[in-house]
Each structure stands twice: as structure tokens, then as C-alpha cells.
């Protein structure tokens, strides 16, 4: 089954910095990565996505890389503003493959200091 | 379209006690999914139905059941809390297999005492 690690669990940037969040992977057939966005008390929200076909995705001020020989993908936001304070979470398929079951990372809490 | 729906929004229990959690979508997704989000632990996947009438096991499914016996409907019991089960749950469903979003429900704040 697939194994997702998740760093760093917290990070704190200042307004207008970039911050970038990492994921490994551990199931090779794994072929979609999606990034997961949760401010407090509220529900995850999908943001980015990228399958394995492609290396890097672009929306905005958010872009997700993925390296399928290194087995791990990032989480890229430039210019980053108070609202980007939440907690992040990349995910892969579970058992690798065709699935729509999604193994998750344990989450990045990202603070951006105004 | 009120998209995800979960009933209740907090509980609270005493060990030993029974309860079903209600999800409900409107979107027409065959894809229904239960995950309870503990601090420091991320989303854990307790049981997922691909249709109507199927359910699995996910990560995390001791102690708990599921039932889908309507497609916009996807409900998850639990016949004897324990205090390891206090959490937060979090309902999703999504449109098929292809890896689609995932859309969440609000969440439901359960505690075990």
C-alpha cells in the first residue's frame, strides 16, 4: 500500500515570501497527487492538482511539481498573503494505480505573518 | 445545491455508547467516503462505497460500520464508542474512479467520554 510523508509539519513565512511544502511517496504506480487546503474549523478544500503524466502544473500563485523517479511532489505559493494561513495537505492513491481511495500526508501548517 | 451535508455537527457520548453518523450529497456522485482527522495524523480513511449497496474497508476500520442503501446517502455507525474514537469526521464524495476531486462535508465533532 501507498505511504505519503509530509514536511515540514509547520512553517511560518513572511507576507509576499514563497513557501514550498514536500511530499514523498512510497507506491511507484501512484499516477495522481492532489494538494488539499484546510483553514481552521472548516472542511478541506481541493486547490491544485497534478497527474503523473505532466511535471508541473501551474494556477496563479500556486504551482505543484512532481519528480516520479525521486517519488515526491511539492507544493509551490509565491507570493504568499495572510489568507494562505491554513493547513495543507498532499494525498496519493491508496494501493496505487486506479483508484479514487486517497492515502493522505499528516499536514503543513502554513503561518504567514503579515 | 447544498453539495456535502453532515449530521450532527458535535456529539458527545459516553464509552459503551451507539451512534450513526448521516452523510449526504446532492451532486449525484457514486463515490462516498468516511475519514476522521485526529491532530498531527492528517485524514484517515475508515470505509469508502464506489455504488450504491457497496461498501470497503479503508485504513482505519475497526469499530466502525457503513451502510449505503441510497446513492446520495452514506452513513457510518459506531455500536460501542471508546474514548479512542473521539475525532473529527469528515465525509467526501466524488464523481467516479478516474481520481476526481473529492468534496468534503462540514465535518462532525464526536467526543468519547
Known amino acids: 500500500g501507498e505511504n505519503v510523508e509530509q514536511h515540514p509539519s509547520t512553517l511560518s513565512v513572511q507576507e509576499g515570501d514563497s513557501a514550498v511544502i514536500k511530499c514523498t511517496y512510497s507506491?511507484?504506480?501512484?499516477?495522481?497527487f492532489p494538494w488539499y487546503k484546510q483553514e481552521l474549523g472548516k472542511r478541506p478544500q481541493l486547490i491544485i492538482d497534478?497527474?503523473?503524466?505532466?511535471g508541473e502544473k501551474k494556477d496563479q500563485r500556486i504551482a505543484v511539481t512532481l519528480n516520479k523517479t525521486a517519488k515526491h511532489f511539492s507544493l509551490h505559493i509565491t507570493e504568499t498573503q495572510p489568507e494562505d494561513s491554513a493547513v495543507y495537505f498532499c494525498?496519493?492513491?491508496?494501493?496505487?494505480?486506479?483508484?479514487?481511495?486517497?492515502?493522505f500526508g499528516t499536514g503543513t501548517l502554513l503561518a504567514v505573518q503579515p | 445545491n447544498a453539495g456535502v451535508t453532515q449530521t450532527p455537527k458535535f456529539r458527545v457520548l459516553k464509552t459503551g455508547q451507539s451512534m450513526t453518523l448521516l452523510c449526504a450529497q446532492d451532486?449525484?456522485?457514486?463515490?462516498m467516503y468516511w475519514y476522521r482527522q485526529d491532530p498531527g495524523m492528517g485524514l484517515r480513511l475508515i470505509h469508502y462505497?464506489?455504488?450504491?449497496?457497496?461498501?470497503a474497508k479503508g485504513e482505519v476500520p475497526d469499530g466502525y460500520n457503513v451502510s449505503r442503501l441510497k446513492k446520495q446517502n452514506f452513513l457510518l455507525g459506531l455500536e460501542s464508542a471508546a474514548p479512542s474514537q473521539t475525532s473529527v469526521y469528515f465525509c467526501?464524495?466524488?464523481?467516479?474512479?478516474?481520481?476526481?476531486?473529492?468534496?468534503f462535508g462540514p465535518g462532525t465533532r464526536l467526543t468519547v467520554t
Open positions: 497534478i497527474r503523473s503524466n505532466v
Open positions: 467526501a464524495s466524488s464523481y467516479g474512479r478516474e481520481n476526481n476531486e473529492q468534496y
Open positions: 494525498a496519493a492513491p491508496l494501493y496505487g494505480g486506479a483508484t479514487n481511495k486517497l492515502i
Open positions: 451532486m449525484n456522485h457514486e463515490y
Open positions: 507506491d511507484s504506480a501512484s499516477n495522481y
Open positions: 462505497s464506489v455504488g450504491e449497496g457497496t461498501t
